[in-house]
């Protein structure tokens, strides 16, 4: 019977030496307001949250130690904290006040060019003698269809209707279609409907 409970005291002693802590905290910015989905990390056990709703975050299983903890979000300062988790503790709290920081860009400029006959891709341009010459009263898939890479499809078989056209595979909401520089895709679906 001693035995038994000498090896129940001692299974309660490890445990109890080994048992990892819960860390848990939270996170506010100047004004106090809740940081949500701000980054939290201890680098030296490779173990991290995020901030829910409230700013709060937990980490599980963090064995006894000093650590230095690391908060990140975007349009904030880094800050880092250093804490020590005693052994046998059940939790540690920590509290985060963040910093604003203003994100400055440089110019973006965006470009777009035409493919010229230099470039190696492969491309097809429709004058208007061309599409003169296919036109036969059927919607403008059916005038395409010709075009190399180009796919297209008719409900009713004959090019009348519900057609549609895929080029290289892609969808209709990821063709962009205008006529003389304007876009006929629709605003919502992004399709164009002939």
Same mark, same amino acid.
């Given at each position: 019977?001693?035995?038994?409970?000498?090896?129940? !005291?001692?299974?309660?002693?490890?445990?109890? @030496?080994?048992?990892?802590?819960?860390?848990? %905290?939270?996170?506010?910015?100047?004004?106090?307001?809740?940081?949500?989905?701000?980054?939290? +990390? @201890? $680098?030296?056990?490779?173990?991290? %949250?995020?901030?829910?709703?409230?700013?709060?975050?937990? !980490? $599980?299983?963090?064995?006894?130690?000093? +650590?230095?903890?690391?908060?990140?979000?975007?349009?904030?300062?880094?800050?880092?904290?250093?804490?020590?988790?005693?052994?046998?503790? #059940?939790?540690?709290? !920590?509290?985060?006040?963040?910093?604003?920081?203003? @994100?400055?860009?440089?110019?973006?400029?965006?470009?777009?060019?035409?493919?010229?006959?230099?470039?190696?891709?492969? #491309?097809? #341009?429709?004058?208007?003698?061309?599409?003169?010459?296919?036109?036969?009263?059927?919607?403008?898939?059916?005038?395409?269809?010709?075009?190399?890479?180009?796919?297209? =499809?008719?409900?009713?078989?004959?090019?009348? %209707?519900?057609?549609?056209?895929?080029?290289?595979?892609?969808?209709?909401?990821?063709?962009?279609? =205008?006529?003389?520089?304007?876009? @006929?895709?629709?605003?919502?679906?992004?399709?164009?409907?002939?």
């Amino acid at each position: 019977m001693k035995k038994l409970l000498a090896g129940w !005291i001692s299974l309660l002693f490890a445990t109890s @030496l080994f048992a990892q802590t819960a860390v848990r %905290g939270s996170i506010i910015d100047r004004d106090g307001q809740p940081v949500i989905g701000a980054n939290v +990390y @201890l $680098k030296a056990i490779r173990k991290g %949250g995020i901030t829910d709703e409230k700013g709060q975050f937990q !980490i $599980k299983d963090v064995p006894a130690g000093t +650590y230095n903890v690391s908060i990140s979000h975007v349009g904030y300062k880094t800050a880092t904290q250093s804490f020590q988790i005693q052994t046998g503790a #059940s939790q540690q709290t !920590i509290e985060f006040q963040l910093e604003k920081q203003t @994100l400055e860009l440089d110019e973006l400029v965006v470009k777009a060019t035409r493919v010229g006959e230099k470039v190696p891709i492969t #491309s097809s #341009s429709l004058d208007k003698e061309a599409i003169e010459a296919r036109n036969l009263g059927q919607d403008v898939p059916f005038i395409l269809r010709w075009t190399p890479s180009a796919v297209v =499809t008719s409900d009713a078989g004959t090019g009348i %209707g519900y057609t549609g056209i895929r080029i290289r595979g892609s969808d209709p909401t990821r063709i962009n279609v =205008t006529i003389n520089g304007i876009p @006929l895709n629709d605003t919502e679906s992004q399709g164009v409907f002939w």
